[in-house]
């Protein structure tokens, strides 16, 4: 492999997709695919299926995600599945492919792990970023709202940063990312405003927003049930706290 | 006007725009455009060839952006300019266009005001937002580079904050928009990576990386040609400091 393009494909919206992304499936010689396993085949059907419309005469080869081993380390844990992943590419690869393309959910910036697992590959390929939708833009885009306030920073933070540290640091808006267990809980709810959103872009989009006091609990609800029914879940959400001191604007 | 759609061009490759965006401009009767006066005329070249390229029938009605004044309280300031420009808007439509598409540079969400003057409008129009490309994505996708260490946070900021305020609490790696000033040398230039990039997506784009102390100055000399010779700028860039905990991971 000569060239690796990343190709940022939004988050499950088929038109999240940009003519940039367009033109480099087309130039790809090759779809490298991820399977994610049982209950998530409708995340590689959108990737097959992106493929089939714009790029129909680019072969594609497929690859079973490694899962991730639980407990310990959080750290080693992230560095040796992303070894794996290296690996199960590499094997997945006809040595043919001189030009490979990945399509990467959402943006390949953006809490992703791809350009990392790129980079284990020997001889490194050259790496080409084709930047896509995040889930910042598809949930703000949903709720038709602004992710900041005026002249005012965001914080983007992950769920396991806030259980950890509570509310992070330097600034009253907070997007939360990667969280599988609703750790908006462990703030206090006073004074938190929420806006959240899962399946964002995709037919089954689920919105909800209010007071942390008032929906924190019908958002866990409708979590659970939605994961229960689809087999999987990706949402996220953005939240604003009153500022503490009273002369902020 | 009964509907008013933002669409999110990206940040100046046309190839940014997405399906979506195509479809969006398509079914608006008509485009708001603005002029930014002389100098810019490329922005309102770039926003006329997308129109000219995807919805070639769709009707343009360009308006002259006001000026924001300067001086005194800035956050009057920005409320008195948003009021100017929605009446703008309204002055520039003609009264039969009922639905109306408005392309936002970027991502309506992200330091953007299009929602802000919208909310002006009255009777208000149903908003609908379709996501963009934001000069966040294509700078780490010009750098070949994730926004965030694995499971940190990232501070989204304005240069007017960090002169303000100076590194944003909370994390160790920030993005700097708004920036008209390099406010990066109001930092210790000491243990702070900067990763630069002008006109991102752009064919004259301009991308520096080192350490602050080493690329500062030349960035700031780059800066000022570039804008003395092209009439404008945009730039942006993401800043990574050397945790100051030895612990750090």
Redesign the interface.
Known sequence: MDRLTLI?I?TG????????GI?AMRSADLILLPRKGPGKDDLADLRRSLVASHAPGTEIAEFDMPVRSEGGD??QK?DAWHDEIARAWEAALPSSASHVGLLVWG??????ST??IAARLEPAPE????????A???L???H?????D?????????G??LRDRGW????DRAVVM?DGECSFRKLDPEDVYIWWGAYLGMPGQILRHGWLEKVGDEIVTAREAARASHGWIMDTYLLRRTPPAPSS?
Chains 1, 2 share one sequence.
């Open positions: 940022g939004g919206n088929p038109d999240h997709v940009t003519l940039a033109v959080y750290r992230v943006d390949p910036s953006l809490y992703d350009l990392r790496t080409v970023v084709v930047p896509g939708i995040t910042l833009q598809a703000t885009a949903a038709v709202m602004p992710l900041n005026i002249n005012a920073p965001v914080v983007i933070t992950t396991r940063q992070p640091e330097g600034a990667l604007a």
